[in-house]
């Protein structure tokens, strides 16, 4: 069982920057892929980030290519999401997510991720 909790949203002006942060406890994320995902007020969730733990190798949502940036810590078993020139539209309730990795590719169906963070807001302001 994995238990994933996630910090460092918060209210922030257009063009900022913000940085998530989504710790594990339970098990390490050694064999893990990661991945990040908003729900933007009346929308679906989407997928905004993931990282295979082993390896390193990253995907991106096209919205979010060359703004935002996602890494791990080893040592603090902890997947961090810089975002920066933030927009009204990147404005959702942030979640993070974890399964097993099973292949070479970040999954982008959030169906597939069997443990979840309770979210945390970003908020941006035009």
């Known amino acids: 069982q994995v238990q994933l909790v996630e910090s460092g949203g918060g209210l922030v002006q257009a063009g900022g920057s913000l940085r998530l942060s989504c710790a594990a406890s339970?098990?390490?994320?050694?064999?893990?892929?990661v991945g990040w995902f908003r729900q933007p007020p009346g929308k679906v969730r989407e997928f905004v980030a993931g990282?295979?733990?082993?390896?390193?190798?990253?995907n991106y949502a096209d919205s979010v290519k060359g703004r935002f940036t996602i890494s791990r810590d080893n040592a603090k078993n902890t997947v961090h999401l810089q975002m920066n020139s933030l927009k009204p539209e990147d404005r959702a309730l942030y979640y993070c997510?974890?399964?097993?990795?099973?292949?070479?590719?970040?999954?982008?169906?959030?169906?597939?991720?069997?443990?979840w963070g309770q979210g945390t807001q970003v908020t941006v302001s035009s």
């Open positions: 339970g098990r390490t994320f050694r064999t893990y892929v």
């Open positions: 990282i295979m733990w082993s390896g390193g190798s990253t």
């Open positions: 997510a974890a399964r097993v990795q099973t292949s070479v590719l970040v999954p982008r169906q959030d169906y597939v991720y069997d443990y």
